[in-house]
């Protein structure tokens, strides 16, 4: 396993991630101009861009196996380890970024959901139950049908 490897595998991640939070930004601005087409293009680039990380993923699981950051730090030169140290540390951020974003989004959703929601019980009230029972149009009282006959 090389050094350079992972870090070349995790400066990927580290370039798709932050694309991926890009169009977290982006995908905020669309909902707020509530522009469905956009969205729908949107959501394309995105599920490429994680197609891609999850291939990144894989070569870097690849590359480390099963040990851990810390453990693979232990074996390599210091000037390497800040490298990798460094992008790692950015990388964390960028994830936190796009969750925080993402729950926004995800809260501007429920909003427009809402909104949607209340709007379509304005335009169609909820039709009465049509169902037989008491209180039916006919005679109160008195069963449709006669037992005696």
Known sequence: MSIHQLIDSMAKLLKLHKSLLELAFKKTGILEAEDVFALTNLLKEEQTHIFAIE??????????????????????????????????QELQDVIRQI????????????????????????????QEDFNYGQGEPGSPGKSLFNSKA
Not at 57 to 72: H, N, P, V, Y
Not at 99 to 110: F, H, K, R, T
């Open 55 to 88: 291939k990144l993923e894989a070569e870097r699981r690849r590359i480390t196996g099963d040990q851990t950051l810390s453990e693979l730090l232990e074996k390599w030169p210091e000037q390497e380890k800040e490298t990798l140290l460094e992008i790692s």
């Open 99 to 126: 969750q925080q974003q993402n729950e926004l989004n995800q809260g501007l959703i429920n909003q427009s959901l809402k909104f949607i929601s209340f709007s379509m019980s304005l335009i169609a009230p909820p």
